[in-house]
């Protein structure tokens, strides 16, 4: 946790994942062309395989969990455990007639779907994912993700605002609302993170809680690493629930609040776009699991070899994803002054205690 | 039963008669309740003072109808303190001027109740604020209960573009209002409910319910039907979610009190136990459908209710053959007796009532104790008592209110004066408290079938009479009217019928407790947020089949 472990990092600097697939296939050989195809081959396989996640969640896993906490069985006919209605679900979607609103304004309508889904994708671009997939390693990576996935925002309110519907309109409304008030106390609650690890880059920020021993447990093999969810749990809760607000789920799915609006910004898609926007929430929730496990869960650390660091790292997103699930099955949601309130009054003020006395620890104790 | 409730002092006929003096023309009593006829300008000065002076501050029910040489309004007047003590008031007009005052000044129930008259039977009232149609659309041409009715006449019903009533109002430039259409499709109506709705941002500023949508003419339907056999149908068909027995309990009382059928016990038992499992069916699915407004749809208490009703529903399955549609109560009587074998029947009944305290337990760990939950439904959806018993609120939603109100104890049938039961209230009058009451119902329908089924498990097997003797045809006496309520699950649901002679009611009309009970909607809800227009909404429990017969 001190400057020691940075500089030592920064010297044997992690492999990333274009560069490896540049010198197993000879791209790197082939010069900049080489390396740019190399790199977009890397882009592919991570957001394919976001994307699979996300297929796997949408229409079978959120069922299942659904589900289960509401005694009852869901999707069963199809294949093992119903399994197969992904491939169904994805066929009925798809094939669905792609209904435009006659007052539509476009190409905002159009172009929101595409700003929500994407802006979830570019943020996996940072992340480590272990097991050697990781796309970018830049020396502002946390700073990166927190705004590429605030570009969804832009996406809710046009959404909203392009549909030419008054529940669209009043569901994008709250999106920015809600949007403004946890994106702060989000992005302030991870500089506390940013004190501790003294670097914005992901590979550090990862490296340092695995390499300080938080404790010991006497009798035991394995050393409880400094996880910031450990080492300070009051920043770890104030992420977590700024962070449902900012993916929208329970109790903050206001903007799309079904009984009261409809379905919000999204009442008017259908077929594809739908697909796109509904993708684009999933996207948004493994992302804020994904930062959630990097800046707090040690990234893909876990015990066993490195080499399998991409299945913790999957196990820990899949946790923050079964958690939204569970909130949503037993939780209210509060109402939209309330949220508003919470955020300016609760949330950010923590928030900033939490910086305050974390630059006091990290000052007082580690200088 | 409970006897807490000191009741108000009975006003007398001779009282009446000389409070109301010359302004009486004639007497025209009905089974229930002596009926003054007045003149049609001198409503709103007798009904006034019927109310400040003589107490009668709950309007129970308008009906209205048209005899061969003219029109009649009834009021249908009681009192929330003193429920048997009754009185109606008779306001004829004449054929050719159909034009009577309004009573709206005095009961703001009448506005949708003479609404109602006005579509269906087609009398005006003045000085009522907004005399406009209710169930039918405004285009609609002719009101289909009077006489002179043309059924096959085609009507054209056109899409009107609605405007925003406020618009008028921006009281400066920067404010600006939004109408908005919540429903008729819509997650939160429950139903085919319609819901004007101007807002300004987030706040609800004006909201006006717009019924008739699942409009299918019941009335009319119990008027073409014989008395004996062919309405005890329909009244499961009004309240359709799961609380049949109770309203089909409304038109068994009604015609049993006008054609003088006695019950047997054995009868009245098996009822009041069939009755209360309903009310329980009926207050758990009120229960989740709340919780769906206020949680979200993934919830899992929704599914919970769901799980538990579905035990009731099977012994109710049981009893009667049918999950929702009865048809189970009979003219003097039930239509068979408890299934065989009945030791089953009775061990499965007491496996449902030892497992409910646990699930109540459940239903507040999960819901009333959360703070969230009380975060929205506390003091949100504000309904004070003497609001509430100006529209003529009954039932969970009145006992909300802390009005301490319950038919099944003021005005006693069945067999609920002979058990150990508490009428439940909460001082709250918010959204929180309609829930609570709901809840604590469920606990004292319990106590109530308990009871029932120790009276039945024990009663002599020679002595099991389920139906009283009624004639194969049923003819009150001529000119014979009557208007009887009973406590169904909503509140008071109230039935008034006049007989001609034949076999068929002249008039058959329902007073529903859900149409009495929204029209509180504007005033619980303006100023609030949407989404305790929506919680408000929910807590109502409002089913639009009865809503709109």
């Known amino acids: 946790m001190t400057g020691g472990a ?32 190399a790199a977009f081959l890397g882009a592919f396989i991570v957001a394919n395989l976001m994307l699979a996640t996300t297929g796997v969640a949408g229409p079978w896993a959120k069922r299942k969990i659904t589900a289960a906490f509401t005694d009852r069985i869901a999707v069963n006919h199809l294949g093992p455990a119903g399994i197969f209605v992904i491939v169904a679900d994805s066929v009925r979607l798809l094939s669905k007639e792609n209904i435009i609103p006659e007052n539509a304004d476009r190409p905002a309508y159009d172009l929101a779907p595409i700003i929500i889904a994407s802006s979830a994708l570019l943020g996996f671009a940072v992340i480590p994912m272990g097991s050697g997939v990781h796309l970018a390693d830049p020396e502002v990576g946390l700073a990166y993700v927190f705004a590429v996935a605030g570009i969804a925002s832009i996406g809710l309110v046009m959404a909203g605002y392009a549909s030419g519907n008054k529940y669209s309109m009043l569901g994008g409304l709250r999106a920015v609302a809600q949007n403004i008030a946890y994106e702060i106390p989000l992005v302030v609650t991870g500089m506390s993170v940013v004190l501790f690890a003294g670097s914005l880059r992901m590979s550090e920020i990862v490296a340092v809680q695995n390499e300080t021993v938080l404790f010991t ?151 | 039963m409970s006897t807490g409730l000191e009741k108000e002092a009975e006003t007398s006929v001779d009282e009446i008669a000389e409070l109301i003096g010359e302004r009486a023309i004639a007497r025209d ?303 003097g009587g039930v239509a068979w007796d408890l299934p065989e074998p009945r030791e089953e029947f009775f061990a499965k009944t007491r496996d449902f009532l030892d497992e409910l305290p646990a699930k109540v337990e459940e239903y507040n760990d999960l819901i009333t104790t959360n703070e969230i939950f009380q975060l929205r439904c506390v003091d949100t959806g504000i309904l004070e008592p003497d609001v509430a018993k100006q529209y003529g609120c009954t039932g969970p939603v009145a006992r909300g209110s802390g009005v301490d109100y319950d038919l099944r104890r003021d005005d006693p049938y069945g067999y609920y004066p002979n058990l150990e039961w508490d009428v439940v209230t909460e001082d709250g009058y918010d959204n929180y408290s309609r829930v609570l009451v709901r809840m604590q119902e469920v606990e004292e329908s319990a106590k109530i079938i308990q009871q029932c089924l120790e009276l039945l498990e024990e009663w002599p097997e020679d002595d099991r009479e389920i139906q009283a003797n009624v004639p194969r045809t049923l003819k009150p006496d001529t000119d014979a009217e009557i208007y009887r309520a009973v406590e169904a699950a909503k509140g008071e649901l109230g039935i008034y019928m006049r007989s001609d002679g034949t076999d068929k009611p002249a008039r058959f009309k329902i007073r529903s407790p859900c149409f009495s009970n929204l029209q509180a909607l504007g005033e619980m809800t303006e100023g609030e947020y949407i989404p305790d227009l929506v919680a408000s909404l929910g807590s109502l429990d409002i089913v639009l089949g009865e809503v709109d017969r």
């Open chain 1, 217 to 367: 447990i006497p009798g035991l093999e394995w050393a409880v690493p400094a996880w910031f969810a450990l080492v300070n749990p009051f920043a770890f809760v104030l992420f977590l629930i700024a962070n449902f607000a900012e993916v929208g789920r329970n109790p903050f799915d206001m903007p799309e609040a079904p009984a009261e609006l409809i379905a919000g910004y999204q009442t008017e898609y259908s077929s594809v776009y739908f697909v796109l926007v509904y993708l684009g929430e999933f996207l948004h929730i493994f992302l804020g699991g994904a930062i959630i496990a990097t800046i707090f869960l040690g990234g893909p650390a876990g015990p066993g070899p490195a080499e399998i660091g991409i299945v913790w790292f999957l196990l820990k997103i899949w946790a923050v994803f079964l958690l939204t699930q569970w909130l949503r099955s037993a939780i209210p949601r509060v109402r939209i002054d309330h949220l508003i309130e919470i955020g300016w009054k609760g949330l950010l003020v923590l928030s900033f205690a939490n910086l305050g006395l974390t630059a006091a620890i990290v000052g007082v104790v580690f200088a």
């Open chain 2, 29 to 331: 009593d009905h089974l229930n309740a002596p009926g003054f006829v007045i003149n049609p300008a001198d409503v709103q000065d007798v009904l006034f003072d019927l109310r400040d002076v003589a107490g009668y501050d709950h309007c129970s029910c308008v009906t209205a109808q048209q005899y061969a040489d003219r029109y009649e309004t009834i009021y249908h007047l009681t009192k929330y303190g003193n429920r048997t003590d009754e009185v109606s008031i008779v306001v004829p007009t004449t054929l050719e001027e159909p034009v009577s005052q309004s009573g709206e000044p005095v009961y703001r129930t009448a506005d949708w109740h003479e609404r109602e008259a006005y579509d269906l039977i087609g009398i005006e009232y003045e000085d009522h604020p907004d005399l406009r149609r209710i169930l039918l659309p405004e285009t609609w041409q002719g009101h289909p209960l009077a006489g002179d009715y043309d059924q096959t006449k085609p009507q054209l019903v056109t899409l009107a573009e609605h405007a925003n009533p406020l618009q008028a109002d921006h009281h400066d430039t920067e404010s600006e209002t939004m109408f908005l259409n919540i429903g008729p499709h819509h997650p939160a109506t429950h139903g085919v409910l319609h819901v004007k709705t101007v807002l300004d941002g987030e706040t609800v500023v004006d909201v006006d319910p717009d019924i008739g949508y699942l409009h299918r003419c019941e009335e009319q339907m119990c008027q073409q039907g014989t008395y004996r056999h062919q309405i005890m149908p329909y009244p499961d068909r009004w309240d359709y979610v799961s609380s049949g027995l109770l309203n089909e309990w409304a038109y068994a009382r009604a015609i049993e009190d006008m054609a003088d059928i006695e019950v047997p016990e054995y009868a009245q038992i098996i009822r009041t136990f069939s009755a209360e499992l309903c009310r329980i069916a009926s207050h758990m699915l009120a229960l989740g459908t709340f919780a769906l407004d206020v949680y979200g749809e993934f919830t899992a208490t929704f599914q919970y209710t769901f799980r538990d009703r579905e035990v009731v529903q099977d012994i109710l399955e049981d009893l009667t053959g049918q999950r929702m549609m009865f048809n189970y109560f009979r003219v």
């Open chain 1, 6 to 37: 940075a500089t030592l990092l920064q010297s044997n600097d992690t492999v990333l994942l274009p560069e490896r697939i540049a010198d197993l296939t000879g791209l790197g050989e082939l010069g900049v062309a080489g390396e740019l195809t």
